[in-house]
């Protein structure tokens, strides 16, 4: 008999230190990964009578289609069939939740790239060239572009939506000092390694199974089924994994399975669709630009007494996800701050653009970006170190209700765990802030080309779908006669780690190694009615649901037990692959082989929702979030004044993940979101013509940052001893999205250091992203102002 620990009698299973959980256990799929093996949609095996698909698109940003001639199209070579939207048996609207996204364009064109018809040939290249062969005209009508001119027109996708508390117009009029400000906020391509890409396979009863690469399969189950006309429940998708999403395939990856499965009903064969890199960055939403503006009334200490902010979001043509991603813009407009008296407007502009999506962050780095470049200014106005004003600022840490007045966010909610000023001052004093401060100060006045910037930001991000019901999952667990066991739960891998910690989670209820799960798809026929994997709630929400699948067999287990050895419940224990009780053990194997004899149920199905968050969007008030994630970051840049070019030499972050559920995933999670925040605000930027059409569209035009923009001097650390007091698994916070909103720091940095040329006095005007033809202009117009002093 093998001898095991010794465990104090009466004490609960549940109660067993982790000894799987909150380590940093490598990816699941990593060596698959780096050696090629791993297996994406375009490396599945083909059937002999495959077919591929192409999609032809409006050439005009907004026009009437006067005729669409597709003879030479349907008489190219290997085309076997063609569709359009005339062509569509069921539902041509596929927008998500509200209606106006249109699968094909039927008789108007709303943007340059519009899908217009798809095309089903034998091979690939013989559909590309296919659709190239369309003769369209169109009747051109008013395009808008831009979000000013949107504005202008009163043209919107959804209504303005407002949120205030007070009179902030009263507030500012009577503060002692005024700033206003604007600022325009750049578009993000998601540029994920793979692109856009479904294969759809005919089945039964007009059937289909869907393979994709999506971040929400039952959404593409439910539109699938919608377009083709038949239950949801002939239409099976499955997602084993992604090469990348960041929100780009939470929505905008149904068009091109909808696609497919029309052609694979039509022709009775297999159809693959899969986007080329410039049609994907065509046809696909980015990030929203805003054009965002500010106006802040405060007292001489910088204390901010009363605010207004207008949020402008560029929609592009439909609704799409935009009036979530707006009112999560609103959300965050206060980051860290307290905001007594508060007015804040948000405008869902329609342009004639590809309608914009989900991206990570999903609208709050927008909002965060703009309160901060609010704060910057205040500080030159007052000739004050930026952090001292941002402390200033802070919600109160102090505990409830004696402070409630000043932990209360412009939704009504209340900030109960709130962490920021102590993890503030202890950045500051790890990253020794103030001496390099000083240090800086010193570089700049004896530097006439050369000048650094510092800058520390900090991050309040809501974790929760704001749409309440989507914020719950399901899971699925078997046990095998071997004692191996198989887990399914509805959320979707995308390289971020969720399946290696959902994973972890299970073999941490049974007490088992890792080794022993095996983790399958995510398919609509195991776990139905899923939610996407986004808004950072992948493993919150999936992590419980398997957990509690977990627990129904193991009580299961532990009663059989009970019965089987005539033991007391409270003294059998789950430990290290076996299950102890009183003086004997049997290996965890060993018990599953037994349950099964004795005929118990090894299969367990597992749910969760997520409690206490509610919202009233009439009255702008309620708990759209279970809990804060929290964390900032020191960055250090420096700017030839000469050129506009810059390098970030250090960043120092130290994040909130409450108990990591394996830190080495949470530590790629936060560099990696870093990078692309940086990326954000700094290289990508993309460029329309003047006629709507994209002309960045491809590595060699649009640039995401590589190994070379790397800081120099890369520190991450995690914030120490706080767990999350909410009940989410294992006392964990959620990791996706809010490190992103940590490269807001780099931003600030840069203003930082064009600002030290005025000796601090001015406000540098810095749109993003901030490439170094807009740094140079930023710099020579501080240059200007300084020498008429303004």
């Known amino acids: ?322 009036d979530a991603v707006v009112d999560r813009a609103m959300f965050h407009v206060d980051n860290a701050y307290y905001l007594d008296q508060v007015k804040i407007v948000g405008n869902r502009c329609k342009t004639h653009l590809v309608s914009n999506t989900a991206f990570r962050g999903f609208g709050g780095p927008q909002g965060m970006l703009t309160v901060e470049a609010a704060i910057d200014d205040i500080a030159r106005y007052l000739r004050a170190d930026p952090l001292t004003i941002r402390k200033i600022n802070f919600y109160d840490e102090s505990p409830q209700p004696k402070s409630a007045n000043r932990n209360i966010t412009p939704y009504y909610q209340v900030v109960e765990q709130n962490i920021l000023p102590k993890l503030v001052n202890n950045l500051e004093q790890n990253a020794s802030y103030q001496q390099r401060r000083i240090q800086i100060c010193e570089f700049n006045a004896e530097n006439k080309v050369l000048k650094k910037g510092l800058s520390l930001t900090p991050v309040k991000f809501g974790i929760s779908f704001t749409a309440k019901h989507l914020n719950q999952a399901g899971a699925l667990i078997h046990i095998y006669t071997d004692g191996s066991i198989h887990l399914n739960h509805g959320g979707t891998e995308m390289g971020q780690g969720l399946f290696t910690k959902v994973a972890q989670i299970v073999a941490e209820e049974f007490q088992v190694d890792r080794r022993n799960i095996f983790i399958s798809a995510t398919r609509t026929d195991k776990v139905p009615n899923t939610t996407a994997t986004a808004a950072s709630s992948g493993t919150d929400l999936n992590g419980k649901a398997a957990q509690n699948a977990a627990r129904t067999i193991k009580k299961r287990l532990t009663d059989f037990v009970a019965q089987h050895f005539v033991v007391d419940k409270h003294e059998i224990f789950f430990i290290d692959n076996y299950v102890k009780f009183g003086e004997r053990s049997i290996s965890f194997s060993e018990l599953i082989q037994l349950a099964y004899v004795n005929r118990i149920s090894l299969s367990a199905t597992g749910y969760y929702s997520t409690p206490k968050i509610h919202y009233d969007r009439e009255k702008a008030a309620g708990r759209p979030f279970f809990y804060f994630a929290n964390g900032a970051a020191v960055s250090e840049v420096i700017v030839d004044s000469l050129t506009g070019e810059y390098k970030v030499l250090r960043v120092d972050i130290l994040h909130d993940v409450g108990k990591s559920i394996n830190p080495a995933i949470d530590t790629g999670q936060v560099e990696g979101g870093f990078v692309q925040g940086m990326g954000w605000l700094t290289t990508e930027e993309l460029v329309w013509n003047d006629q709507g059409q994209l002309l960045t569209t491809g590595p060699d035009t649009y640039k995401i940052p590589t190994v070379g923009d790397i800081p120099v001097d890369f520190r991450v650390q995690f914030f120490s001893d706080t767990p999350n007091p909410e009940k989410t698994i294992y006392q964990s916070k959620a990791v996706g999205e809010p490190p992103f909103m940590l490269a807001i720091s780099v931003w600030t940095a840069i203003r930082d250091a064009i600002s030290s040329i005025s000796n601090y006095s001015i406000s540098p005007k810095l749109d993003t992203p901030a490439t170094p033809e807009r740094v140079l202009q930023a710099i020579e117009l501080i240059r200007a102002e300084s020498k008429a002093g303004v």
């Not at 009578?49 to 199209?73: M, R, S, W, Y």
């Open 1 to 322: 008999m093998r001898k095991l620990p010794d465990i104090k009698a009466k004490q609960p299973s549940a109660a067993i230190n982790a000894i799987i959980v909150g380590k940093p256990e490598k990816h699941e799929s990593a060596f698959k990964h780096v050696t090629g093996q791993a297996v994406y949609i375009d490396d599945q095996l083909e059937m002999s009578n495959q077919l591929h698909a192409a999609v032809g698109t409006g050439q005009i940003a907004h026009g009437k289609i006067k005729k669409l001639d597709l003879t030479e199209v349907y008489k190219a070579d290997g085309v076997i069939a063609v569709v359009t939207a005339y062509d569509v048996p069921g539902q041509l609207d596929i927008g998500p939740v509200f209606p106006g996204d249109k699968l094909l364009a039927k008789d108007i064109v709303e943007f340059y790239g519009q899908p217009l018809f798809v095309v089903a040939a034998c091979s690939h290249q013989q559909a590309c060239q296919a659709v190239k062969l369309a003769k369209i005209s169109y009747e051109p009508l008013p395009a808008i572009f831009e979000t000013k001119q949107a504005l202008e027109q009163k043209s919107f996708i959804r209504p303005p939506h407002v949120m205030q508390r007070g009179n902030a117009a009263f507030a500012i009029n009577h503060a002692p000092h005024k700033i206003t400000g604007q600022i325009i906020i750049g578009s993000q391509e998601h540029f994920y390694l793979e692109g856009q890409i479904a294969n759809v396979i005919p089945s039964e009863d007009g059937g289909v199974v869907v393979y994709i690469s999506s971040q929400h399969p039952a959404e593409i189950q439910r539109l699938v089924a919608e377009v083709l006309n038949i239950p949801f429940s002939l239409v099976t998708v499955e997602v084993r994994r992604l090469g990348g999403g960041f929100g780009g395939k939470e929505t905008q990856a149904a068009p091109w399975a909808c696609l497919a499965a029309i052609l694979a009903r039509r022709t009775q064969q297999p159809v693959k669709l899969r986007l080329n890199r410039h049609d994907d960055m065509v046809m696909t939403g980015k990030r929203h630009p805003f054009a965002n503006s500010y106006c802040i009334g405060f007292d001489n200490d910088g204390r901010i007494l009363g605010a207004e902010f207008t949020l402008s979001a560029n929609c592009g043509y439909s609704p799409d996800l935009s």
